[in-house]
Antibody
């Protein structure tokens, strides 16, 4: 069974870049015709789709975040990553990685604070 | 900006049936929006239940079903169990982009 695990700093300073990695286990990230996604959830609020990538490199981003988001993939490490630049307190959330349309990671809390 | 709307909250009795809906600000929801449904319990990651309107995963309980109803996507729980109490989110596809609904808090009482 495919498993996903998010990793990265739990604390990021305002104006800096948030960087997270999702490691996929139980299968190759390159097998199948899947998209790999990032989603976030501020405390007590709903889910927000951030974007997705295919191992071909094709990406789609949330228009409201597009100017600040980069999603990349490293097939040799079976990982994909999220970078979100110029962060503010509003970017504080639990960040999830997922394989569309089925498996999700457990999530990682990222706090933006000085 | 596209908005996906769900009922903020619903209450159902154990053993009862409840339908949650998912509407798009762009108009009628069709199969082309590939509706997905997720369940999230407190402190847990969301879990996918339904994809592509009505397709279930191997782990999706049998009493959950997805459909299109009155221009919206719908998630129906038949024979509701206490453990179904959770937040439910729908997700619609808009070309390459995706938009989540605001979620429905389902109370089993």
């Amino acid at each position: 069974q495919v498993q996903l695990q998010e990793s990265g700093p739990g604390l990021v300073k305002p104006s800096q870049t948030l960087s997270l990695t999702c490691t996929v286990s139980g299968g190759s990230i390159s097998s199948g015709n899947y998209y790999w996604s990032w989603i976030r959830q501020p405390a007590g609020k709903g889910l927000e789709w951030i974007g997705r990538i295919k191992t071909s490199g094709s990406t789609n981003y949330n228009p409201s975040l597009k100017s600040r988001v980069t999603i990349s993939v490293d097939t040799s490490k079976n990982q994909f990553s999220l970078q979100l630049s110029s962060v503010t307190a509003a970017d504080t959330a639990v960040y999830y990685c997922a394989r569309e349309p089925d498996y999700w990671g457990q999530g990682t809390l990222v706090t933006v604070s000085s | 900006q596209t908005v996906v709307t769900q009922e903020p909250s619903l209450t159902v009795s154990p053993g009862g049936t409840v339908t949650l809906t998912c509407a798009s600000s762009t108009g009628e929801v069709t199969s082309g929006y590939y509706p997905n449904w997720f369940q999230q319990k407190p402190g847990q990651a969301p879990r996918s239940l339904i994809y592509g309107t009505s397709n279930k995963h191997s782990w999706t309980p049998a009493h959950f079903s997805g459909s299109l109803l009155g221009g919206k996507a719908a998630l129906t729980l038949s024979g509701v169990q206490p453990e179904d109490e959770a937040e439910y989110y729908c997700l619609l596809y808009y070309g390459g982009a995706r938009v989540f609904g605001g979620g429905t808090k389902l109370t089993v009482l």
